[in-house]
């Protein structure tokens, strides 16, 4: 059983930055595949990034590309999200997310942090 703690939500203007962490423990992390979704008022929760279990291979939906990094270190047992040139519409709960296996993935996770609030000023 994997526990996922999340941090660094805040609020911040339109074009700002923040660095989401997600603290992993209670596994064996580098067996995990991990992501990252949102899910914004009245809206449901989706897919925004993923990292395979050595960190090395990583993909994202459209509209974060370019904007948002998502990485991780095994020995930390950590795993980030560093969203840059944020918009408005990036205003959501993000949820870290965890998947016993290798490859990456959009869904079917099984472990799923408390998430953490990020709102973005216009």
């Known amino acids: 059983q994997v526990q996922l703690v999340e941090s660094g939500g805040g609020l911040v203007q339109a074009g700002g930055s923040l660095r989401l962490s997600c603290a992993a423990s209670g596994g064996t992390f580098s067996r995990y595949v991990m992501g990252w979704f949102r899910q914004a008022p009245g809206k449901e929760r989706e897919f925004v990034a993923t990292i395979n279990w050595s960190g090395d291979g990583t993909y994202y939906t459209n509209s974060v590309k370019g904007r948002f990094t998502i990485s991780r270190d095994n020995a930390k047992n950590t795993v980030y999200l560093q969203m840059n040139s944020l918009k408005p519409e990036d205003t959501a709960v993000y949820y870290c997310?965890?998947?016993?296996?290798?490859?990456?993935?959009?869904?079917?996770?099984?472990?799923w942090g408390q998430g953490t609030q990020v709102t973005v000023s216009s």
């Open positions: 997310a965890a998947k016993e296996g290798r490859a990456v993935v959009t869904d079917t996770y099984d472990y």
